[in-house]
């Protein structure tokens, strides 16, 4: 199993800032996951975060708007830039252990941009 | 990616089985059929998963049809604590494909 903590669990940031969010890990993953939740919706995938290179991103979203860090195989950020109010939603990061199947998220951020 | 279909809602009384069916006429022979839930405020869990058998876990049983055109979500008895949104999802087997697509799915209500 892995246990995955995220912070911060919720933030207000004015448009036009940037806000990164930071997702730990207590073992080592190979592939990390950077998922938003809109408000009432599904999750979509933003990006896989590889340690080591860059990440890869889903259409719809740019490395300029959703920069991603990975420097270790326990940790990663994810960063939403120019915030505007449509950014506002929940941002859930994710892993699958070395070797397994099973996908685990954070609790999430819930980001509102006023 | 494989699309699967399921009702955006459904009910059950507590105590009671409960069957989520999920339908996905194009799955492919390597798609693992995966269910993952999220309670209210939570990040999504794991559920269980299976390719072509049947298969039973603490948390729920997965029945899958012989053609794995469909399969459905067994809760045998459900509480109040099962409410939630429940996602069939495929996932390929293949190594450096393990990103799970979300769909829309099947928002649970526990009625006491």
């Known amino acids: 199993s892995a246990v995955i903590s995220q912070k911060p669990s919720r933030d207000i940031c004015q448009r036009g800032t940037s806000l990164t969010i930071q997702c730990q890990v207590d073992?080592?993953?190979?592939?990390m996951f950077w998922y938003r939740q809109q408000p009432g919706q599904s999750l979509t995938l933003i990006a896989t975060?590889?340690?080591?290179?860059?990440?890869?991103?889903e259409s719809g979203f740019v490395i300029d708007k959703f920069p991603i860090s990975r420097p270790n195989l326990t940790f990663s950020t994810l960063t939403v830039s120019n915030l505007s109010p449509e950014d506002s939603s929940i941002y859930l990061c994710?892993?699958?252990?070395?070797?397994?199947?099973?996908?685990?998220f954070g609790q999430g951020t819930r980001l509102t941009v006023v | 990616d494989a699309k699967t279909t399921q009702p955006n809602s459904m009910e059950s009384n507590e105590e009671e089985p409960v069957h989520l069916p999920c339908n996905h006429s194009?799955?492919?022979?390597?798609?693992?059929i995966h269910w993952y839930r999220q309670l209210p405020s939570q990040g999504p869990e794991y559920v269980i998963h299976?390719?072509?058998s049947n298969v039973n876990n603490r948390m729920a049983s997965l029945a899958i049809a012989e053609d794995r055109k469909s399969s459905t979500l067994i809760l045998h008895r459900a509480t109040l604590r099962d409410a939630a949104v429940y996602y069939c999802?495929?996932?390929?087997?293949?190594?450096?494909?393990?990103?799970?697509?979300f769909g829309t799915g099947t928002r649970l209500t526990i009625i006491p």
């Open positions: 994710s892993v699958i252990s070395l070797g397994g199947t099973e996908a685990f």
């Open positions: 073992s080592q993953v190979t592939m």
């Open positions: 975060a590889n340690q080591g290179s860059e990440a890869t991103y």
């Open positions: 194009t799955i492919s022979g390597t798609d693992y």
């Open positions: 299976g390719l072509t």
């Open positions: 999802i495929l996932r390929p087997f293949n190594f450096g494909n393990e990103k799970l697509t």
